[in-house]
């Protein structure tokens, strides 16, 4: 089976046995998806899809589509997905990292990036790109603090009002 491992997690391809936990834990990160309103460019699979279709993008392989469960002591944490060869074939596109809130602020954020960066080189990926909303300022601290500091994209349909998407798209370049 293929995993990703450090000091302190165990992240493992995700399958249907883990559907429940995942379900409930995405219960809790569904506050995090209300940060814009709907709209076409904001899309977000269901952890079912994620499981049985995967999240592809237009045009793109199920085979480099991978989605794992992020463990500590065995117990179910956060869940992580990317998608290999993302418009090239040395970049990956990062489109789902969530931890549970009472795992965070203890560097466990960091020690997911640094792991999935060493497995991507491994793959001879140089770049990783992801998407986060312009409302989200944590989320863009967090990820410019660990590398994604390339900005791509700006995507939305007005200033910021609260009824207009905002978004940004973001990359790290691999060393």
């Excluded at 640094?114 to 312009?134: D, G, M």
């Excluded at 603090?145 to 349909?157: A, L, Q, S």
Aim: aromatic share 10%; glycine share 6%.
């Amino acid at each position: 089976m293929e995993q990703i491992n450090t000091k302190r997690l165990r992240m493992t391809l995700a399958d249907m046995n883990d559907l429940a936990e995942l379900e409930s834990i995405e219960k809790e990160c569904d506050k995090y998806f209300l940060f814009d309103p709907p709209c076409e460019d904001n899309h977000s699979c269901t952890i079912k899809e994620c499981l049985t279709i995967g999240d592809i993008p237009l045009g793109g392989k199920k085979e480099n589509y991978y989605f794992y469960c992020i463990r500590q002591d065995g117990i179910i944490i956060g869940f992580m997905a990317y998608y290999l060869e993302y418009h090239q074939k040395d970049t990956a596109y990062l489109s789902v990292l969530y931890i549970k809130e009472e795992y965070r602020k203890n560097g466990i954020g960091a020690e997911i990036v640094e792991a999935l960066t060493q497995k991507l080189r491994t793959v001879q990926i140089k770049k990783i790109r992801l998407h986060v909303s312009l409302r989200n300022a944590t989320a863009i601290r967090f990820w410019v603090n660990n590398g994604f500091d390339k900005i791509i994209d700006v995507e939305c349909n007005g200033n910021l009002f609260p009824e207009n998407f905002g978004g940004i798209e973001l990359m790290k370049i691999l060393s």
